[in-house]
Structure formats: structure tokens, C-alpha cells
């Protein structure tokens, strides 16, 4: 079963930077898009960032000018380059992919487990 590995959280001072990635832990034929979210404690999942296979791009607009994401298709990896860290920024990151392993299979959304971002000073 695919699952999708995130690395990258950690602490960081507001108006720092920080880059998390996301691949899956197995070969995939193809994915229509891969995105982020996140969710800060005691509040509900909300949207970050998505990127499709065709190179759309969307934003939460909270996070518009200072987070970007980018994929690497070679590799099957997103990206989120996150800079000018805000307080509100802190949140445990989530991964997620529309993707399918072969060609005669469905596409299945599937998540990560998610990466911690602290954002403090």
C-alpha cells in the first residue's frame, strides 16, 4: 500500500524559512495533483497549497507571496518552500496526492502523517 513520506518540519524563528518535501514510498505511474494542508492545534485541516501533474498551481491566500510550491516529476516529489515563518504559521503540515500505481487502476487520494512546523521565538 503507497503511502506518502514528508520530512522537512521542525523550529524555526518567525520571518525564517523552511522547505518541507513529500514523495511516496513506492513507484506511482501518475498523479492528477499533489498538495499540502495543514491543521494548528485545536483547529480543523485547512488548505495550503496544490500543485497538478499538468503545473496549476493554488494558494490559500494566507499563505500567497510566502509559500511555494514545486514539484519534481522525476522523482515523484512536491515541494513546499515556506519563508517569512509567521506565529500562525505553526501547524502539523499534511501531504497529500491524487495518484494512481498503473495505468488499469483508479486514482486514490492519499495522505501523509504529517510533518510538525513550529513557528517561535
Known amino acids: 500500500q503507497v503511502q506518502l513520506v514528508e520530512s522537512g518540519g521542525g523550529l524555526v524563528q518567525p520571518g525564517g524559512s523552511l522547505t518541507l518535501s513529500c514523495a511516496p514510498s513506492?513507484?506511482?505511474?501518475?498523479?492528477?495533483?499533489m498538495g499540502w494542508y495543514r491543521q494548528a492545534p485545536g483547529k480543523e485541516r485547512d488548505f495550503v497549497a496544490t500543485i497538478t501533474g499538468s503545473g496549476l498551481i493554488n494558494y490559500a491566500d494566507s499563505v500567497k507571496g510566502r509559500f511555494t510550491i514545486s514539484r519534481d516529476n522525476a522523482k515523484n516529489t512536491v515541494y513546499l518552500q515556506m519563508a517569512s515563518l509567521k506565529f500562525e504559521d505553526t501547524a502539523v503540515y499534511y501531504c497529500t496526492a491524487d495518484l494512481r500505481l498503473s495505468w488499469s487502476t483508479p486514482y486514490l487520494e492519499v495522505w501523509g502523517q504529517g510533518t510538525l512546523v513550529t513557528v517561535s521565538s
Open positions: 513506492t513507484s506511482i505511474f501518475s498523479y492528477r495533483a
